[in-house]
T-cell receptor, first 113, second 115 residues
Framework: NAGVTQTPKFQVLKTGQSMTLQCAQD?????MSWYRQDPGMGLRLIHY???????DQGEVPNGYNVSRSTTEDFPLRLLSAAPSQTSVYFC????????????FGEGSRLTVL | AQKVTQAQTEISVVEKEDVTLDCVYE???????LFWYKQPPSGELVFLIR??????QNEISGRYSWNFQKSTSSFNFTITASQVVDSAVYFC????????????FGSGTRLSIRP
């Protein structure tokens, strides 16, 4: 059982480059979300989705785009990377409701030079 | 406002000591969930517990116990007889809409257990 799979695990970008962080889950979860983790700030919600075709902004959405064309996949796009986006990114999924435990991917460490 | 506060940034104790990690939350909702997650040095996030706002019973799981008090909006986590393997960053989190989609995390407490 793969759970939540994130790729790549490490990435170095130059300012202004674009990239996509991939996230896939095989648990048929409706809810998916992206968080970033910065030192001393915990995890902050970037974007989330409550089902295929439905996405919404979290606490820190600027500079990021998402889409949810299938239940399984929830990619996070950086259109023009900035040094402030250097962070560790976590994708999470959940069944929601009374079984609302978040299952996390292993994280993707992104460095923007 | 929805908020989770973990005032203890870092805690260091000697092995076998008991240690309590504090968590205070804010929400206007009457139905919500509270969580604790562990992040060991390897970096993954490990689920520890989820508590419904209507269930104020304390929970014990081995050396871990949780004290939920709605009157003080606190959900504290105690490790009894700490071990070096307990060294990690611990996050408290709030799901204010019981939606599993907009979970709010505290800033974390880094726990170091010295042998």
């Amino acid at each position: 059982n793969a759970g939540v799979t994130q790729t790549p695990k490490f990435q170095v970008l130059k300012t202004g480059q674009s990239m996509t962080l991939q996230c896939a889950q095989d648990m048929n979860h409706e809810y998916m979300s992206w968080y970033r983790q910065d030192p001393g700030m915990g995890l902050r919600l970037i974007h989330y989705s409550v089902g295929a075709g439905i996405t919404d902004q979290g606490e820190v959405p600027n500079g990021y785009n998402v889409s949810r064309s299938t239940t399984e996949d929830f990619p996070l796009r950086l259109l023009s990377a900035a040094p402030s986006q250097t962070s560790v990114y976590f994708c999470a999924s959940s069944l929601g409701g009374d079984t609302g435990e978040l299952f996390f991917g292993e994280g993707s460490r992104l460095t923007v030079l | 406002a929805q908020k989770v506060t973990q005032a203890q940034t870092e805690i260091s104790v000697v092995e076998k000591e008991d240690v309590t990690l504090d968590c205070v939350y804010e929400t206007r909702d009457t139905t919500y969930y509270l969580f604790w997650y562990k992040q060991p040095p390897s970096g993954e996030l490990v689920f520890l517990i989820r508590r419904n706002s209507f269930d104020e019973q304390n929970e014990i799981s081995g050396r871990y116990s949780w004290n939920f008090q709605k009157s003080t909006s606190s959900f504290n986590f105690t490790i009894t007889a700490s071990q070096v393997v307990d060294s990690a960053v611990y996050f408290c989190a709030l799901d204010p809409y019981s939606s599993a989609s907009k979970i709010i995390f505290g800033s974390g407490t880094r726990l170091s257990i010295r042998p």
